[in-house]
């Protein structure tokens, strides 16, 4: 009887221990996660505990984008950023994104130093962005410019004729809701969408009148949806410089920040959580060796563009028409 008792005890002793370790083991791991986390954290969005030079990517189709609005504001608010590379490789988008990062780059030039530096493209609504950094370095080949504003519908009343389906609707006044892709567009509609396109397009021409050394002849002389390559832009004073990002630090070296200072880029910290399935599927994509695939696959299919509604200063030619 003492024996089978004393055997309780053990168990119950062993049991403690097991209860213990596997606390403590949950804790290892948790706190681990949390420092891997932070760290990971920290790099994304830019968190150096030393001077360095900010680095921000603003690529594909350019929307109204509250997280990048937020990270340039916090740029501009950092200490330990002493000037900062916007890196575009944009054709373009809405105009009422464009316009909204157009104002935070204003203001965090007011604070730092800003250079853009275009890879592939920035056009439209990308030059847009570009024209309000404090000066703009492109490649030799870059593609720049297509300046203006457009609205584009469809019309599928013909098809909707077709196969026999008529849409009707009842309205308050003739403009309402038009033009419709149900409806063929009457010239009172084009009146209307050429008004408000050109009122944009001149806000749009005394945005590069005001950032670029051109007077209002001059811009409006390439402000004709034209696009042109890097040493083109430069002949034409839409670009300061040709080169890539050691140009764009040679700039900044030319307003008092140091050239040996480390770039360190800004990522946006919206990733959709450890958890999400875009961010499982990425992982997964990583350790088979296929780095960011469903974001390039997501770019593929043309999702970025499935949405874009409102004016658009974007430039998107035939993938056909241009090589690889």
């Given at each position: 009887?003492?024996?089978?008792?004393?055997?309780?005890?053990?168990?119950?002793?062993?049991?403690?221990?097991?209860?213990?370790?596997?606390?403590?083991?949950?804790?290892?791991?948790?706190?681990?996660?949390?420092?891997?986390?932070?760290?990971?954290?920290?790099?994304?969005?830019?968190g150096?505990?030393?001077?360095?030079?900010?680095k921000?990517?603003?690529?594909?189709?350019?929307?109204?984008?509250?997280?990048?609005?937020?990270?340039?504001?916090?740029?501009?608010?950092?200490?330990?950023?002493?000037?900062?590379?916007?890196?575009?490789n944009?054709?373009g988008?809405?105009?009422?994104?464009?316009?909204a990062?157009?104002?935070?780059?204003?203001?965090?030039?007011?604070?730092?130093?800003?250079?853009?530096?275009?890879?592939?493209?920035?056009?439209?609504?990308?030059?847009?962005?570009?024209?309000?950094?404090?000066?703009?370095?492109?490649?030799?080949?870059?593609?720049?410019?297509?300046i203006?504003?457009?609205?584009?519908?469809?019309?599928?009343?013909?098809?909707?004729?077709?196969?026999?389906?008529?849409?009707?609707?009842?309205?308050?006044?003739?403009?309402?809701?038009?033009?419709?892709?149900f409806?063929?567009?009457?010239?009172?509609?084009?009146?209307?969408?050429?008004?408000?396109?050109m009122?944009?397009?001149?806000?749009?021409v005394?945005?590069?009148?005001?950032?670029?050394?051109?007077?209002?002849?001059?811009?409006?002389?390439?402000?004709?949806?034209?696009?042109?390559?890097?040493?083109?832009?430069?002949?034409?004073k839409l670009?300061?410089?040709?080169?890539?990002?050691?140009?764009?630090?040679?700039?900044?070296?030319?307003?008092?920040?140091?050239?040996?200072?480390?770039?360190?880029?800004?990522?946006?910290?919206?990733?959709?959580?450890?958890?999400?399935?875009?961010?499982?599927?990425?992982?997964t994509?990583?350790?088979?060796?296929?780095?960011s695939?469903?974001?390039d696959?997501a770019?593929?299919?043309?999702?970025?563009?499935?949405?874009?509604?409102?004016l658009?200063?974007?430039?998107?030619?035939?993938?056909?028409?241009?090589?690889?």
């Amino acid at each position: 009887m003492a024996d089978r008792a004393d055997d309780i005890i053990d168990r119950r002793r062993l049991r403690r221990k097991l209860t213990f370790w596997r606390v403590a083991a949950f804790l290892f791991v948790a706190l681990a996660v949390a420092a891997v986390a932070s760290w990971s954290m920290r790099d994304r969005v830019g968190g150096a505990s030393i001077n360095h030079i900010a680095k921000v990517k603003i690529e594909g189709t350019i929307t109204e984008d509250d997280e990048l609005l937020r990270r340039l504001e916090r740029i501009g608010e950092a200490d330990r950023v002493q000037g900062v590379i916007l890196s575009i490789n944009s054709p373009g988008g809405t105009t009422a994104g464009g316009e909204a990062i157009y104002e935070a780059v204003r203001k965090l030039a007011a604070e730092k130093p800003v250079v853009a530096q275009v890879g592939t493209l920035a056009a439209s609504a990308g030059y847009m962005i570009a024209s309000a950094s404090d000066h703009i370095v492109a490649r030799q080949s870059s593609i720049v410019g297509s300046i203006g504003v457009l609205v584009q519908f469809p019309d599928v009343s013909q098809l909707m004729e077709n196969i026999g389906v008529k849409v009707e609707g009842v309205k308050s006044s003739p403009l309402k809701a038009e033009p419709s892709p149900f409806t063929p567009t009457t010239e009172e509609e084009r009146a209307m969408l050429r008004a408000l396109v050109m009122d944009s397009y001149d806000w749009f021409v005394g945005l590069v009148e005001e950032r670029r050394p051109l007077s209002r002849a001059e811009v409006l002389a390439v402000a004709d949806g034209s696009i042109f390559t890097g040493r083109q832009a430069l002949q034409r004073k839409l670009v300061d410089g040709l080169g890539g990002e050691q140009e764009a630090i040679d700039w900044l070296a030319t307003k008092g920040v140091d050239a040996e200072l480390s770039v360190v880029e800004w990522k946006s910290t919206e990733s959709g959580g450890l958890f999400s399935p875009w961010s499982a599927a990425e992982a997964t994509a990583r350790l088979l060796g296929f780095d960011s695939v469903g974001s390039d696959l997501a770019r593929k299919l043309g999702a970025d563009r499935l949405f874009l509604d409102g004016l658009l200063s974007v430039w998107q030619p035939d993938p056909g028409a241009i090589g690889d």
